[in-house]
């Protein structure tokens, strides 16, 4: 939800400490450990939960082995995940509102539609809150086969006003069925678990893409199942947002020594956002966190009766290659 290409680039002209952060580690293919990595995170969660969805936002070269759209395509990672999110693709690369480069968009379609082509879900977040622009959105991305979402806001903290795109009042049971979806990951504007439920619930998308916590406080399995219902009588899936190439430090995950002298795999804190910290994330100690062990990150996310996980800092990959 934070992060696209032109934010990598700044950000590794920013590090100061980049050869702390990569010592020891060039002769890795950061490339495929982020691929293993989401194997890894896939066969868990379908091994508890038959159907759960894995979806990776960003970092959408990894669909082909070679860093080309008509490259050998990389099979066992298409395996693994049932759709792709890619974020700016027509609009917000530069900047909220303003198209984003032909050239980017045509770039980031050739691996999309690698994707697509093997019947994985395409969800488009587009950053644009003009009215014009977010039909527009809508429109080229209707065209292409994708599912999207025009965020008026790059924070994700607001339901736009009016009817979802391509309202419908079906029966949601998969994430290949979802005609639309609401991105809703900062709760910074509700009060309580019961206010973003009323909201949510009075709406009609056909997924909801969220965080596990809302002031620290997860939803449980009865909240989820709530949020499970749209207002037309129609049903829709919840997937819930995690952080895997980044460590925050507002998560219950985060202890508070590390304040003071962080482990090893913790990388430079991302200047664009506070708290934020790039991860060796082929490191052992970060993968018990995110899924290894009985009390994981996504041990939590099943155990709430979530659908699927969205996956973010995919495309943490380029800053170690940088």
């Given amino acids: 939800m934070k992060k696209i290409a032109f934010l990598f680039i700044a950000f590794t002209a920013l590090s100061c400490n980049k050869e702390d952060d990569s010592s020891n580690v060039e ?3 950061f490339r495929q ?20 969805a894995v979806i990776p936002q960003n970092g959408i070269e990894l669909v082909t082995e070679n860093d080309e759209a008509d490259g050998a395509i990389s099979q066992a990672y298409l395996n693994a995940i049932d759709g792709n999110g890619q974020e700016d693709l027509f609009y917000g690369y530069d900047n909220d509102d303003r198209a984003t480069p032909t050239d980017v968009s045509n770039y980031l379609k050739g691996f999309l539609n690698v994707s697509k082509n093997k019947g994985k879900t395409i969800l488009v977040t587009d950053y644009c809150a003009m009215p014009s622009k977010m039909s527009n959105s809508y429109q080229v991305n209707a065209t292409n086969n994708y ?3 025009s965020a008026p806001e790059r924070s994700l903290n607001v339901i736009p006003s009016g009817t979802p795109n391509n309202e419908n009042p079906s029966v949601i049971t998969n994430l290949s069925q979802a005609k639309n979806f609401l991105y809703l990951v900062n709760p910074e504007n509700f009060a309580s678990k019961t206010a973003f439920i009323n909201a949510v619930t009075a709406t009609n998308y056909d997924a909801i893409i969220m965080d596990l916590f809302l002031s620290d406080e997860a939803f449980t399995a009865s909240e989820i199942n709530q949020l ?6 129609g049903k829709r899936i919840i997937i819930c947002y995690m952080s895997i190439g980044e460590a925050e430090d507002y998560r219950y995950y985060w202890q508070n020594s590390w304040n003071a002298s962080k482990p090893t795999w913790i990388a430079t804190e991302n200047p664009d956002w506070s708290g934020n910290f790039k991860v060796k994330y082929w490191n052992e100690d970060w993968q018990n966190i995110i899924y290894k062990n009985s009390d994981s990150y996504l041990n939590k996310i099943l155990t709430a009766g979530f659908d699927g996980v969205y996956l973010d800092i995919i495309d943490g990959f380029e800053y170690f290659e940088e």
């Fill in 27 to 29: 002769d890795r293919n």
């Fill in 33 to 52: 450990d982020m691929r293993d990595f989401v194997i890894g995170i896939s066969q868990k969660a379908k091994g508890i939960k038959s159907g759960f």
């Fill in 147 to 149: 599912v999207s979402f």
């Fill in 228 to 233: 499970k219902n749209k207002a037309n009588g």
